[in-house]
């Protein structure tokens, strides 16, 4: 499946309100693969090599020979991966050496946006994928990080019992436009192809 390039946020639901939106029981609803966000972040960043890539990139690691080494990935499958991140609007790389031409990578604010996810995997890998963890750190309080989940609005916890599916009361997921009133031209491209 080919990167398609992203230049910024998506269309989100306003934060401050759901009005029109109807809680939906996501277990109850006809059997159909649901259009999903989370597998669709999973088909730009859901690969082992892409994930371990930029967990270095965020820990300041920024070329390609480092990257390499702190991951163990192969030449051949960190270059497509970091391509492929590049392509997605998740790294940029910088020039920083013109003879010969040498690249850094960095987080774009898409990428940054990711660190609090790959730092919450580690967190779960800590406790049920390892024996003991490799790493620790300390915010700037001084205090051992603890990943919470909170609300943005009443910062209460949030889980799976504290949440409510819903959708917009048309049927349509948030993010499906409106239909057109005009066929798209012959030889167009829909989400479809």
Known sequence: MAATQRKGPKTQIAASTLEGYSPVNMAEMRPAVRPCSMAAALEVVGERWSLVALREIGYGVHTFARIAAYTGASRDILADRLRKLEADGIIERRLYSEHPPRYEYHLTQAGRELFPITISLLTW?????????????????????????????????????????????????????????????????????
């Open 125 to 193: 890998g800590d406790k049920w994928a390892t024996d003991a963890p490799a790493v620790a750190f300390r915010h700037d309080c001084g205090h051992q990080v603890a990943i919470e989940l909170v609300c943005g609005h009443c910062r209460g916890p949030v889980t799976r019992e504290s949440l409510t599916p819903v959708m917009p009361a048309t049927g349509r997921s948030p993010r499906t436009p409106e239909p057109s009133a005009t066929p798209p031209a012959t030889g167009s491209h829909t989400e479809a192809d």
